[in-house]
């Protein structure tokens, strides 16, 4: 129990008492939300730096538990539920990872795939989809796609996946 004691105190002590006087004007700068002044120029930073994702599939269900994986981890998503809609919006370098399920319903997954396959500094591609057919997994993986997961997966897997296909197309 004095060891406690000593542990306690020491905390008190040396960690949560001040043992100088705080420069101000750093911890407002730092920490300038607590201060109630909003800065929308480091508002837009954040924003530019958050991992900007495209994810298309027909699921209305996959689609929602996807993007609130990517949500939970700060990252940008916008949603597409069909190929054409996803085609009408895209923009080289608007998104850093597209996470595509091939099998949407207007069949125009392996068509967004092939065609950004050919764009120059298009951005990696994880087909997250319902099929396990082996030739199916062949043939997107040929045409372009960085990885293949099969649905349904915990959401750490499919975003630890994603990362680590982001970082090694970063790189």
Known sequence: TSVASNVSDLITDRILTPSFSADNSSIETRFSSDSGNSDS?????????????????????????????????????????????????????????????????????????????????????????????RELIIKVLSSGAKSYLVKPQKPNVLIQKCLNIFCLHIK
Do not use: C, M, W
């Open 41 to 133: 120029v480091s508002q837009k930073v954040h924003e530019s730096t958050a991992l900007r994702v495209a994810l298309i599939d027909s699921n209305l269900q996959s689609l929602a538990a996807t993007k609130n994986a990517f949500d939970s981890i700060g990252a940008s998503s916008l949603v597409y539920n069909s190929g054409a809609k996803f085609e009408e919006s895209y923009e080289p370098g608007k998104f850093d990872l597209i996470v595509l399920d091939v099998l949407i319903n207007d069949k125009s997954g392996y068509r967004i795939l092939t065609s950004l396959k050919n764009q120059y500094n298009a951005p990696p591609i994880v087909v997250y989809s319902e099929s396990s057919q």
